[in-house]
């Protein structure tokens, strides 16, 4: 398995744009993660998904973000307007199931920068 | 709310030495806890998951340890090398929320 996919790898916007960010989770995962990892703050939970449904979204910051798992190999992560501190490393894991059995796999990040 | 400390948030040693990382957290009620490791501008990497039931884990030069009535987890390296220098976070696992540490930068001397 290529392991969890996330794209862009980089990606640079003005503030005010719209920005999409994808995951594709490892085939047969049931859960899906997103994360924002910052210096100040470190890596934090913003929501996940249960079969494709939303579980649990008190990180997301604001309703600028919202996310969306339309089926069970694809997930975005979109921000709507942008703002120059939403800059951060964004990442996507997922862990085959939940209750804490299963250890959770990262893909590699988009760095998100808004200027 | 769970919280979840790495002290020292940057440690250097010269290559050779055994060498521990710690952890600490705020609430014992985890069903696991998991070590990381994350190169830089890379994803993060799993090393160990210690079950809530388990006292320690280990891989190769690798020996993470649980405590949970203490709130403490450590990572002990043996032997470290060059290619051990990344940064160390802890994760605490409860209701399918992982909580991470800040992490410990690690830096091995030659």
């Known amino acids: 398995d290529a392991g969890v996919i996330q794209s862009p790898r980089h990606e640079v916007t003005e503030m005010g744009q719209e920005v999409t960010l994808r995951c594709k989770p490892i085939s047969g995962h049931d859960y899906l993660f997103w994360y924002r990892q910052t210096m100040m703050r470190g890596l934090e939970l913003l929501i996940y998904?249960?079969?494709?449904?939303?579980?649990?979204d008190s990180g997301m910051p604001e309703d600028r973000f919202s996310a969306k798992m339309p089926n069970a190999s694809f997930s975005t992560l979109k921000i709507q307007p942008s703002e120059p501190r939403d800059s951060a490393v964004y990442f996507c894991?997922?862990?085959?199931?939940?209750?804490?059995?299963?250890?959770?796999?990262f893909g590699p990040g988009t760095r998100l920068t808004v200027l | 709310k769970q919280e979840v400390t790495q002290i020292p948030a940057a440690l250097s040693v010269p290559e050779g030495e055994n060498l521990v990382l710690n952890c600490s957290f705020t609430d014992s009620a985890i069903y696991n806890l998991q070590w990381f490791r994350q190169d830089p501008g890379k994803g993060l990497t799993s090393l160990l998951l210690i079950q809530s039931s388990q006292r320690e884990q280990t891989s190769g030069r690798l020996n993470a340890s649980l405590d949970k009535s203490s709130g403490r987890s450590t990572l002990y390296i043996a032997a470290s090398q060059p290619g051990d220098s990344a940064t160390y976070l802890c994760a605490a696992n409860r209701d399918d929320k992982i909580i991470f540490g800040k992490g410990t930068r690690l830096h091995i001397l030659p």
């Open positions: 998904f249960n079969n494709n449904v939303p579980i649990d």
């Open positions: 894991a997922s862990s085959l199931s939940g209750g804490g059995a299963n250890e959770q796999f």
